[in-house]
T-cell receptor
Framework: DQQVKQNSPSLSVQEGRISILNCDYTNSMFDYFLWYKKYPAEGPTFLISISSIKDKNEDGRFTVFLNKSAKHLSLHIVPSQPGDSAVYFCAASSHDYKLSFGAGTTVTVRA | DADVTQTPRNRITKTGKRIMLECSQTKGHDRMYWYRQDPGLGLRLIYYSFDVKDINKGEISDGYSVSRQAQAKFSLSLESAIPNQTALYFC???????????????FGPGTRLTVL
């Protein structure tokens, strides 16, 4: 059973608008969450992370929000740019140095 | 130069053949991992190693074996390949010296394996 779920396989957004990617988890032991970005023919690259002691972390155009009571996190990309078109994976850890990944959301940014 | 490299990048083989995928890293990290990616399933952990003498099974280790030849090298073997092992395979590393960021993993470019 997948412990990390990304229920939207794809998202299409217009350039300049906000992209919101969602992720839900079931394991209450998870306390560190990451987002990875993946282009075709490349490996996933680390984008942003958040510890369970925070509810928000921001890095430039990327912000991750964590709602522990709902076991939900989201990634906001503002403004979206064509180079943001990629697959985004949500991942979680219980600090055992292993990651559980969601199935990914493919983002397409339209010009 | 890439910090985590994988060879080969693409491989087509036949059912029953033995295949080895290799991973090398120059990041100086102690922890290394092998994942496979399948459409709709994300990345699933096959094996991981926290140092040269440490090997651990992940969630889908059946049909696979690994060898940690040195801190910088971690190989994945398919002893007798079968078609449902057709997938993208990724190697990753993480740094035990990072403290709170110790769970962040860094990935290689992947190997696309096709088993006919």
């Amino acid at each position: 059973d997948q412990q990390v779920k990304q229920n939207s396989p794809s998202l299409s957004v217009q350039e300049g608008r906000i992209s919101i990617l969602n992720c839900d988890y079931t394991n209450s032991m998870f306390d560190y969450f990451l987002w990875y970005k993946k282009y075709p023919a490349e490996g996933p690259t680390f984008l942003i992370s958040i510890s369970s002691i925070k509810d928000k972390n921001e890095d430039g155009r990327f912000t991750v929000f964590l709602n522990k009571s709902a076991k939900h996190l989201s990634l906001h990309i503002v403004p979206s740019q064509p180079g943001d078109s990629a697959v985004y994976f949500c991942a979680a850890s219980s600090h055992d140095y292993k990651l559980s990944f969601g199935a990914g959301t493919t983002v397409t940014v339209r010009a | 130069d890439a910090d985590v490299t994988q060879t080969p990048r693409n491989r087509i083989t036949k059912t029953g053949k033995r295949i080895m995928l290799e991973c090398s890293q120059t990041k100086g990290h102690d922890r290394m991992y092998w994942y496979r990616q399948d459409p709709g399933l994300g990345l699933r952990l096959i094996y991981y190693s926290f140092d040269v003498k440490d090997i651990n099974k992940g969630e889908i280790s059946d049909g696979y074996s690994v060898s940690r030849q040195a801190q910088a090298k971690f190989s994945l073997s398919l002893e007798s390949a079968i078609p449902n092992q057709t997938a993208l395979y990724f190697c990753a590393t993480s740094d035990n010296r990072q403290g709170a960021l110790a769970d962040t993993q860094y990935f290689g470019p992947g190997t696309r394996l096709t088993v006919l």
